[in-house]
């Protein structure tokens, strides 16, 4: 009986099983799909993330995604009128979503690929580096313009115009490949 005793605390069969470590998950996030509508929040990260996540995405499926979060939307049309936030008009197909909030609107057109421009009210560097990373400096090709920086996030190009202090982001511009 000794032996049986000794043999069951030897071998851990008397003393109970150690308590399981228990580790949380991290969130997990639902995966944005193309057919879903934007319903995040409208600041430049998590924006700048919901774009990201839409890796190949086309300019219709973008259209459909953000139209639900838009305050208003409207077409160039063929005289190219737009509103005062837009730099520049691409086409008469150009759709520009007026948002509100720290991203004032969403320019999207379409040409060998998705574009989406978006225009900054609220913004830094570093919320954008935070979901695009590191990002390259840029020539200047436009003594109006602030810096630019740009990143490749697979296969999306994202192009960041920053303020003339170099921190502030005043527009966005990612192209999704084809």
């Known amino acids: 009986m000794r032996w049986l ?11 109970p099983p150690p308590p399981p470590v228990v580790v949380a998950p991290p969130p997990v996030l639902p995966a944005a799909t193309a057919g879903e509508g934007y319903t995040g929040e409208l600041a430049l990260r998590p924006m700048l993330a919901d774009l990201v996540a839409q890796t190949h995405a086309t300019a219709p499926q973008l259209r459909e995604r953000y139209a639900a979060r838009a305050k208003t939307m409207e077409l160039a049309g063929p005289n190219l009128s737009h509103p005062d936030w837009v ?26 690929g998705a574009y989406v421009e978006l225009a900054i009210a609220k913004g830094t560097l570093a919320d954008a580096e935070a979901v695009i990373g ?40 990612i192209h999704y490949e084809p």
């Open 5 to 15: 005793l000794v043999l069951a605390f030897g071998c851990g069969g008397a003393a």
């Open 87 to 112: 730099v520049a008009v691409n086409s008469a197909d150009d759709v520009f979503f007026a948002l509100g909030a720290d991203v004032i609107g969403l320019q999207l057109w379409d040409d060998h």
């Open 134 to 173: 590191p990002t390259e400096p840029l020539p200047a090709n436009d003594a109006k313009a602030g810096p630019r920086v740009a990143a490749y996030v697979g296969q999306i190009r994202v192009f960041v115009e920053l303020a003339k202090s170099g921190t502030d982001v005043r527009r966005v511009m």
